[in-house]
Nanobody, 122 residues
Framework: VQLQASGGGLVQAGGSLRLSCTASESVFSINVMGWYRQAPGQERELVATITSGGNTNYADSVKGRFTISRDNAKNTVYLQMNSLKPEDTAVYYC?????????????????WGQGTQVTVSS
């Protein structure tokens, strides 16, 4: 599946942005979809994930400010980001993950979007 991320941009601290990630096929069968981010000189880190059942998980640094949601009918996952801080500045990547059983072992397969830049000015 191909993922197309959009919605990044430049915003002042305290502002909001909504990222969208649209998949080339149905997201209904994707086990987990999520957003990760990578700031310059830092490793990529998890921001938020949502399972096919709607269960969500957030990094502590974004809890209460970011909300992840998915619209299976539109093959799209969203990340609503409120109360943005300069430390949220990063390239944000959309991720789709599938888990499957391979000879008794649980394996994971990933697909990544191209990334969208989010810059928060102070």
């Amino acid at each position: 599946v191909q993922l197309q991320a959009s919605g990044g941009g430049l915003v002042q601290a305290g502002g909001s942005l909504r990222l969208s990630c649209t998949a080339s096929e149905s997201v209904f069968s994707i086990n987990v979809m999520g957003w990760y981010r990578q700031a310059p000189g830092q490793e990529r880190e998890l921001v938020a994930t949502i399972t096919s059942g709607g269960n969500t998980n957030y990094a502590d640094s974004v809890k209460g400010r970011f909300t992840i949601s998915r619209d299976n009918a539109k093959n799209t996952v969203y990340l609503q980001m409120n109360s943005l801080k300069p430390e949220d500045t990063a390239v944000y990547y959309c991720n789709a993950a599938w888990y499957y059983n391979a000879y008794g072992n649980i394996r994971r397969s990933d697909s990544w979007g191209q990334g969208t830049q989010v810059t928060v000015s102070s």
